[in-house]
Nanobody
Framework: QVQLVESGGGLVQPGGSLRLSCAAS????????MGWYRQAPGKRELVATV??????SYIESVKGRFTISRDNAKNTVFLQMNSLKPEDTAVYYC?????????WGQGTQVTVSS
């Protein structure tokens, strides 16, 4: 069974940065894509994705601020979040996709507040 473990969330002031990590229990090359999904009251968004080939995509609201990357040797995907805004506050989940099946991590809370 695939396990995804997120870390790196926390409380940060507006304008600050956080780096989320998602460590997979298996070789991430086995996934068609990996991504970060966030959920806040009244909102659910797939924030960023990276394919097995390295192609990335972002929702408009985080372009230029967030960067998704992968370390294949460590089976880990990262989300570097800069210039954070209060509206980025959410629980962030790592998601891996393979064969039409989604695998999820347990989530990590990100709170942007002064």
């Amino acid at each position: 069974q695939v396990q995804l473990v997120e870390s790196g969330g926390g409380l940060v002031q507006p304008g600050g940065s956080l780096r989320l990590s998602c460590a997979a229990s298996t070789n991430i090359f086995s996934f068609n894509a990996m991504g970060w999904y966030r959920q806040a009251p009244g909102k659910r968004e797939l924030v960023a994705t990276v394919s097995s080939g390295g192609s990335t995509s972002y929702i408009e609201s985080v372009k230029g601020r967030f960067t998704i990357s992968r370390d294949n040797a460590k089976n880990t995907v990262f989300l570097q979040m800069n210039s954070l805004k209060p509206e980025d506050t959410a629980v962030y989940y790592c998601r891996a996709t393979t064969g039409g099946i989604y695998h999820w991590g347990q989530g990590t809370q990100v709170t942007v507040s002064s």
